[in-house]
C-alpha cells in the first residue's frame, strides 16, 4: 500500500490500527486530523524539559517556555504571511477567534440598520455569533446563495454586499460543498463598501497556502486541530491597526498592564487579548505542527489532495442512487464529500463503513442553515488529509457498494424519510 | 469481511419495523405529547400517548431519522400499548439499561419481547443514542402524566 | 535525598534535570504544576490511538473521544464533590471560568447601584471581570480588606457584604498570603444577603479537598495546570439550575440544537457553555490527573505540604532582613510562601535563586491591587506541592542567605526603591 | 557553586552603577520624555532628554526596580550625553544586538565603553528586559525627536 505523500502516513502511529476488524481508514479530517509523532514528541518534551507559566517569571524554565511560546507566535505569523507575531493571538479554536471578532469588534463597529452579510454555506460557527450582534445590534443578517453547483454565487455577493454592510464573513473553504470561496475578490467587494472582511480559515489552512495579506482580509481564524496540532489552540489574526482598536473580551492575568483597585489597563496586542494561562503546550505544539506541513510543503499538500480528489470524485459520483453535493468538476472540489445514497439514511451508511473500518462522519456537519438550503437533513461526509491513498479512497468505494447492497438485499429497502 | 458485523444491528425485526413502522401517526385526544431531537444526526421523535385510568390507552409515533430509531419508536409503541404506567416506566428503564449493555430481569425482557433484540446496540456505541430517543420521550411524557 | 509524599517524585522526569549546573528545586508551582509520568502518557495514548472530534461523530474512533471525554468531566464532578456532570464545564482555565462566570452572569444580574463584594487579595482574574461588570452596570466594586496577619477581616466582610450585594467573589486560597479564605462562611454571609458567592478555587484545588456542596457556593472556578494537567484547560462549575438560565457567551459549533437562518437556540449545560472543538486531550488528561491526585488521597497532599510549611516558614522568618507576608503562624500558612530581603529587589533575587537551580517567581503575581494594599511593588514566591522535599526547602534557606551575602560583600548594597 | 556565576552578571561596574546612579533625576527643559513600565515586575524607567542642534545636550531618568534596570539605565546616560542623535540611535541599536547575544561593530564597542559589560545579560535571558529598558524608552524619545 502506498503511504501517503512523501511516505508520511508512517508519521502517524494512530493510522496503523484495525477497527472492528479491519485496517482502519481514518477520512474523519475535516471534523479534526491526526497528530505527526514529531508534534507528540515536542508535547513531551516540553513537559519534561521546559514547562513551566510563560511571562511571568524570571527563573530558567520560565523563559525557555516563553521562548518557545513565542518562537511558535512567529511560525504562526510566517505560514500565514502575517506581517508580524503582534497580528497573531492564540485562541481555542477557529470558534472562539471568530466569537471574539463579534462579540467585541463586531458589537462596536456594527449599528442599528446596519448589515451582515454572511453566506449559505457557513458553519455554525460563522452564523450563530453574526446572530448575536445582529440581535444586539438591531442590525440584520444577510445570507449570500449558492449556485445551482454548490459555489457561492458571486454575482448575489454583489447585490448583497451594499454600503450598509459593515461586516462580510465567509469561510475560505466550505467543510460541507468542498468549495473555495474566493476571498480575496469578497474582501475587494467589501472594502470598496468601507466594510470589513473576516475569513473563517478553518478548512482552509490546513490544505492549501494562505497568504492573509495578499487576501488582504481583515481578519482571519483558524484551529490548530485540523492541521496536525492538538485540540485547545487556535489562532485569530487581525490587522494590525484593528487588534490595536480591538477590546478583549476577556480580562485577567497577564492581559494587564496595571491593575489598580477600580480601573485597569491593558497589554499592546497581541496579549492584551490573552487572559489567564493560555494553552503553552498547544501553542508550542502547533509550531511544530507547521514545522511538518512546511516540510511537506502546503503547495504538495494540495497537489497531492488535488490527485485524490480526481481520482475518488468521478467514481464516487458514478454510484448508483448517490448525490454528490458541491461541484462536480474535480478541480473545483477539495478533499471534502457530501454525499448521500438514496433511500439510506447517513448513519445507517456511516455505520455500515465503520463495520468496514471507515470512519467517515454523518449529521449535519454544523451547517444546518446549508441543510435547510440544501432540503436534507444530514449527510455523509469523507474527507482526505495528505496521509490518505487511492487504496483508501477504493476501500471507501467498494464499502459503499457493500452498504448499499446490504440494505437492498441482506434485509431492507429499509425506511427514511430523509 | 466487517460488514458481516451489520446483521448483528439490523436484524430482521428491525429492518421490518423500520419499514413497516407499528402505530406510526398522530393519535387522538393525546393526554401527553414530547418531542425530541438528536442534535447532532437531526433524528427527531415525537411520541404521544393517552393515559386512561393508569394504563396506556393508545401510543403512536411521528418523525424522521434513520433505521435504529425509527424502529425502535415502533418497537417501543408495540410493548408499551396497554401496560399500566408503572409497568410502562419500568420497561423503559430495562430497556435503558439493555442498550447500555447491562442485564435486566428475565420478567421485564420477556415483557419487553422484540423490542429486547434492539439490545443488540450495546455493541454499538455510536448508535445507542438513536435508539434510545423514542423511549427519553415516552419517560419524559410518563414522568409528567404521573406527577400531575 | 527523599523523595517527596510517596515518593512521588519519580513520576515528575522535569524534575530530574540541571539547571545552571545545579539540581532543579522548582518551587514555582503556584504558577504551574509539573506533570506525572501517567497524565504524559495519557495524553499520547489518546493521540495514537483514539483521536477525533466529540459529540459529532458515528464512527469508532468519536466513540472512544467523547467517551473518554465526558468521563473525565464525571471525574472532576466526583473531585469537586459537585451534583452532577452537567454541573461541569470545560474552560481554557481559571480566568476563563470567572469571565463567563461575570460577563454572562454577573451582567445579568448585577443592576444599576448593586454591589459587587471582593477582597484586597485576589488575583487579577478575579479583579478585572468584575471591575468590567461594574462599569457596564454601574455597579460599585468592594473590597474586603485583611488583618494585619494577611488573613480576610471577616469583621470587615461582615460591613462589605450587605442586602445591596448581588455577587461576593472571593479566592479560596491566595496566591501571595499563603492563606485559605473561610468560603463556607462567606457563602453563607452572601446568602443571608441574597447575593451569590463566587469562590476562585485556582490555589486550593490541587491542594485540599474541595466540596462545593459542603461550600455551598454557587460558582468555583479552578485550573487544570495547577493541579497535574496540562495547559488550555480549566472548569467551570456552577449550581445546576442557575447554569440552566445562565447565557452562554461563545456561539457556534456543537453547543447548538437548532439553527435556523436568523435564529439558534441551544443545548442544555454543560454542553451549551462549550462552543467548537474544546481541548479534548487536555480534559482527558484532567481525568487522569485527578486519578493521580486521588491515589495519592488530597488529605495526605494537605498534610504533606502542611509538614512542609512547618519546617520552613520558621526558618524563613528567621532570615535576618525578610518580610515574610501573610500569618506566621504555620498552621495557618499553604505551601505559597512570598517574601522580600531588605534592600534587595524580587528579580535581583530571583536571579540569584536560578543560578543556584531554584526557580522561585518575583513580580506581582497579578496581584497588583495587593502590592498596592502592602506598599510594594514585588515579592518573590516560593511554592510548593508535594514532590517538593525538605530538603529542597533547605537549599532555598541556603541560597537566600548566599545571596543575601553576595549583594551585601560581593560588591554591594545594590540600590532599589522598592 | 551555582551563585559564582552571578559575578558574571554582577559586575562592579554594574553594581556600582546601581548603587550610585549617573544622571539620576529630572532635568531642565527637556525636548522629549518617555516613560516605559515592564509590566511583569513593576521596573519603572522615565528618561528625559534635551536635544540641541541635533545633539544630546543633557539627558536623565528616574524611576525604580532590580539592578540591572537601574544600572543599565545609568550607563546609557552616560554614554549617549553629548552624542549627536544619529549616532545615539546607532549605539542604542548596538546595545540591543549586544545584550540579544549579537555581535557589533568594535567602534561602537568603544563608544558603549562601560555599558557594552551590560551585554554579559545575554547569558541570562530572564533579564534582558530588565537591561533594555531604558534603552528602549530612549529609542522612542529620540525617534519621535527626529521625526518631529
Ligand atoms: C468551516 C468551519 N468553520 C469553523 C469550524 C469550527 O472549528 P472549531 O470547532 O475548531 O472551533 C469548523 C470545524 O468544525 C469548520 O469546518
Ligand atoms: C488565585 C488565582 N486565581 C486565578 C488564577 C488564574 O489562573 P489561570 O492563569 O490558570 O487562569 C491564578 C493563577 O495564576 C490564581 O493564583
Known amino acids: ?418 | 469481511m466487517g460488514l458481516a458485523k451489520l446483521n448483528e444491528l439490523y436484524k430482521t425485526v428491525i429492518i421490518d419495523n423500520a419499514n413497516y413502522p407499528r402505530h406510526k401517526g398522530q393519535i387522538a385526544d393525546p393526554t401527553g405529547e414530547m418531542q425530541l431531537k438528536n442534535p447532532t444526526c437531526g433524528d427527531l421523535i415525537k411520541v404521544s400517548v393517552k393515559v386512561d385510568d393508569g394504563k396506556i390507552a393508545d401510543v403512536g409515533f411521528t418523525g424522521s431519522g434513520c433505521t435504529i430509531s425509527q424502529a425502535s419508536a415502533s418497537l417501543m409503541t408495540t410493548v408499551l400499548m396497554g401496560k399500566d404506567v408503572k409497568t410502562a416506566r419500568r420497561l423503559i428503564l430495562a430497556f435503558s439499561k439493555l442498550i447500555s449493555g447491562g442485564d435486566i430481569d428475565d420478567e421485564d425482557e420477556e415483557l419487553l419481547g422484540d423490542a429486547a433484540i434492539v439490545g443488540s446496540v450495546a455493541e454499538f456505541p455510536t448508535r445507542i443514542k438513536c435508539a434510545a430517543l423514542a423511549w427519553h420521550a415516552m419517560d419524559e411524557v410518563l414522568d409528567k402524566t404521573q406527577k400531575s
Open chain 1, 1 to 418: 500500500m502506498s503511504k501517503g505523500l512523501n511516505d508520511s502516513r508512517t508519521d502517524f502511529p494512530i493510522l496503523d490500527q484495525e477497527v472492528n476488524g479491519e485496517p482502519l481508514v481514518y477520512l474523519d479530517n475535516a471534523a479534526t486530523t491526526q497528530k505527526p509523532v514529531s508534534v507528540l514528541q515536542t508535547i513531551m518534551h516540553y513537559y519534561e524539559h521546559d514547562n513551566a507559566n510563560v511571562h511571568r517569571g524570571v527563573h530558567t524554565l520560565a523563559e525557555r517556555a516563553t521562548e518557545q511560546f513565542e518562537a511558535a507566535r512567529d511560525k504562526v505569523a510566517a505560514f500565514i504571511n502575517a506581517p508580524s507575531r503582534k497580528t497573531i493571538v492564540y485562541t481555542r479554536s477557529t470558534t472562539e477567534s471568530l466569537n471574539w471578532i463579534a462579540s467585541s469588534f463586531g458589537n462596536a463597529m456594527v449599528n442599528e440598520g446596519d448589515e451582515i452579510v454572511i453566506s449559505e454555506l457557513e458553519h455554525h460557527s460563522n452564523v450563530v455569533p453574526w446572530q448575536q450582534v445582529a440581535k444586539n445590534q438591531h442590525a440584520t443578517l444577510k445570507y449570500i446563495g449558492l449556485t445551482a453547483d454548490g459555489e457561492l454565487d458571486m454575482d448575489d455577493a454583489r447585490k448583497q454586499i451594499t454600503d450598509k454592510t459593515k461586516i462580510v464573513a465567509i469561510a475560505h473553504a466550505s467543510n460541507v460543498m468542498g468549495v473555495v470561496n474566493p476571498i480575496k475578490e469578497l474582501a475587494q467587494l467589501a472594502h470598496a463598501h468601507n466594510a470589513y472582511m473576516v475569513a473563517d480559515g478553518a478548512q482552509s489552512t490546513p490544505h492549501l497556502k494562505v497568504d492573509v495579506q495578499d487576501l488582504d482580509v481583515d481578519f482571519y481564524a483558524f484551529s490548530g486541530h485540523k492541521m496536525l496540532a492538538p485540540t485547545g489552540i487556535g489562532i485569530l489574526y487581525g490587522k494590525p491597526e484593528i487588534l490595536d482598536e480591538m477590546e478583549p473580551t476577556q480580562f485577567g492575568g497577564e492581559m494587564i498592564n496595571e491593575v489598580h483597585e477600580q480601573a485597569a489597563d491593558w497589554k499592546e496586542s497581541p496579549w492584551k487579548f490573552e487572559a489567564g494561562t493560555p494553552n503553552i503546550s498547544g501553542a508550542i505544539a502547533l509550531g511544530s505542527a507547521i514545522d511538518y506541513l512546511n516540510n511537506l510543503g502546503m503547495d504538495n499538500i494540495s497537489a497531492y489532495e488535488q490527485e485524490l480528489v480526481d481520482y475518488t470524485l468521478p467514481k464516487l459520483t458514478q454510484i448508483d442512487g448517490i448525490t454528490v453535493y458541491g461541484p462536480h468538476d474535480p478541480a473545483k472540489h477539495t478533499g471534502v464529500l457530501s454525499f448521500n445514497l438514496e433511500g439510506l439514511h447517513p448513519h445507517d451508511v456511516a455505520t455500515g463503513l465503520d463495520m468496514d473500518g471507515i470512519a467517515v462522519r454523518a449529521g449535519h456537519h454544523c451547517a444546518q442553515p446549508l441543510m435547510e438550503y440544501l432540503s436534507c437533513e444530514a449527510t455523509c461526509r469523507a474527507s482526505f488529509y495528505f496521509y490518505n491513498t487511492k487504496e483508501e479512497a477504493d476501500r471507501l468505494l467498494d464499502a459503499l457498494n457493500e452498504v448499499k447492497e446490504f440494505f437492498a438485499n441482506g434485509t431492507s429497502k429499509a425506511e427514511r424519510t430523509v
